[in-house]
C-alpha cells in the first residue's frame, strides 16, 4: 500500500531511531520535533518538504470535491493553504499529516477509507498507516470489547480501535500532536435530506467518477463480475464513448461469475483478463498471509484474502474501478435486520438487532472472553444508534443504509482498500463523498427493488439486461426482485454447479503444517482467550476428514496469525 509513518517527540532532538519499522521509504522528513516517512505505490503519494513550502505526506487517491480531477501536489497545497477546514471532504480515499512550526497535524478521508493509528509512549507518539507496524513499538493486547463486533457480527460496528492503547483515526477526524498533547477533532458525517435529485442527475454524476481518467487517457480496466452493480458501471462504461478501457476478473470467483462476465465481454468485443494466483509456494502464501492479517486485522478470512493476491498481475499505471457497496445504492444491506421490524431499533431491543446482523465465524474463545464480548457488542449498538438520526424522522430504509454507511465502509472496506493501495490504482465510484451526500436525496421507493440501477440501462444498455445475474455461484434472471432471488437462491444452491476444484480445502491443506503446529504449540495451548479443548476438536476433526469444518479451522488460522503477528511484536 501506499504507506506512512512516523514519530513526534515530547521532547526536543529526542528523536530514535525509526527505519527498522518500516521498509525503505520513497521519501522521508526530520526536524528536532519529528519524524515523517511515505512509501509504498508512488502513484498513491503526494508530498513537498522544501522549507519556503507548506510540508506535508498524503497516502491514497484523493478527488476534488467537484469530481473533475485527481488530486495532485498543488491541489494538496492549496487546500492546505486556504481551506484545510475541506481538507477532510474530498471524494476519493487518503489520509495525511502537515508538519507546522512546533505541531504537525494528521487528517483523513470522510468516509472513512484510509485510517491513520497512533500510539503514545514516555517518548511521544507513533503514527502510522499500517496497524502492525504500530505494534512493533510497544507491548499491545486486544480489546476484546471493541474486537467483538468484528468477530460476531457481519462487521465492526465501533470505529475504534481492536487493540487497546491504539486510536483510530478515520472519518474525516483530524488530530494536533505537540510537545505536550494530542488532541482529537472527531468528526461524525452523515447524508442530509436536501432536495431532491434526478435519475439524469445521478447517472451524470456517477459517470464522471468513472471516467476520472479519460481527460488523460488514462488507463481503465473494470473488476466486472456476474452481479448487477459492476455490469452498471459496464453499461456506463460502454455508451461513454471511451476506448481506452477493459474488463477483468479473478479465477478465486465462482465459476458462474466468469462464464456470465467473459460471455459479455465476447459478446461486445470488450477486452477481457482472466487472473489467477500468483503466489504458489506455501511459504509466499503463509508470508503474504501474515502481511495481508497485519494490515487488515481481520476484515477478511485467511482463505479469501487470495483475491487480492491477484492484483499484482494489473498494471500499477491501470485505473481500476469496481461496483463495491452498490447495493447502498438498491436498499439491499441488512436485509435480516429490515425484515425484523423497525420496531426493534426504535425501542432498542440490542439482543434481537444483535441477532438479526449475527454472523457465524469461529467458536474459538472461552466463555469469559465471549461474554466481554457481547458486552461490548452491547455498547457498540447502543452507542451507534443514539449517534443516528431517529428512524421515525428519516425512514427505517433508510436509517438502515446510514448504518452500513457509517460501520462498513471504515471497518471493512477501508483495510481491504488499503491492501489494495499496494498493487494499483483503485477507487470505488459507488461510495464517493460528494455522491454519497446525495443518498436520501435519492427517494427510496426508487433505490429499493433495484429501479434506480434497472432505469440506467435504458435505452442504450438494454441488450445487457439478457444476461443473468450471479449470486454465491447460482444465476438467475435479470428481472428478480431481491425477495424472488433469495427464494430461488434457497431452492437452486442445492444443485448449483460446484468449483472444480475445492478451493478452501486446496487452500487449508496447504496450511496444514503451520496449523497443526500452531494447534500443539505451548502458545495456542495457553493464550488465555482461547477455548483450547475446542480447537483442537474441530481442527484434528477437519483433517480427519469432516470438510464441514473447514471454514472454522480457516477462521482459526485468520484469527491465530493475527494473534502471533501481536505477540511478536
Known sequence: MSWLFGFFSKQPNNIPSLSEYHPKAVSSYRNSDCYVAVGGNENLLNYQTADNQVKFFICGLGISADADSFLCVKEWEKLLLTSSENITK??????????????????????????????????????????????????????????SSRWLLFNQISTK???????????????????????????????????????????????KFILLGAEQNRHISLSLSGGLDSRVLLSLLINSGYKNWDCHLFKSESQMDNVIAAKICNDHNIPFRLFSSVIQNESDKLNYLFEYIGSTYISESAFTSQKLMQYSNLLQDDLIIDGAFGEMWRREFLTRLYWAGQQIVEEKKIADISNAIRCSRANIFNQETVDIMYAGINNQLIDIIDLLPPVKEIGFGNWLDIFSLKTRLVNYMAPEQATLDNFVTSYMPYIQFSLLNDLLNMPLSLRKNHKLFNKLFYPQSVDLIKYKLVKGNVPYPFYFTPVMKRVYSMAYSKFAPKDENNGLDLFLEGMKEFIMDAVSSSAVKSYASY??????????????????????????????????ILQKN
Open 90 to 147: 474530498q471524494n476519493g480515499h487518503y489520509c495525511g499529516v502537515q508538519i507546522n512550526d512546533d505541531s504537525i497535524s494528521l487528517f483523513t478521508d470522510p468516509m472513512g477509507l484510509r485510517i491513520i493509528y497512533i500510539a503514545e509512549n514516555n517518548e511521544g507518539w507513533f503514527f502510522s498507516t499500517r496497524l502492525d507496524w504500530i505494534l512493533k513499538t510497544g507491548a499491545f493486547e486486544i480489546d476484546f470489547a471493541s474486537f
Open 161 to 207: 480501535s481492536i487493540v487497546k492503547n491504539i486510536i483510530n483515526l478515520n472519518c474525516g477526524s483530524k488530530a494536533n500532536i505537540s510537545k505536550y498533547k494530542i488532541e482529537i477533532k472527531d468528526s461524525f458525517w452523515i447524508p442530509q435530506k436536501t432536495k431532491e435529485i434526478s435519475l439524469g442527475e445521478f447517472k451524470h454524476n456517477l459517470s
Open 531 to 564: 477455548n483450547y479443548q475446542n480447537i483442537a476438536d474441530n481442527v484434528n476433526s477437519y483433517y480427519k476428514g469432516d470438510s464441514a469444518k473447514g471454514e472454522y479451522v480457516n477462521w482459526f488460522l485468520t484469527f491465530e496469525i493475527f494473534r502471533q
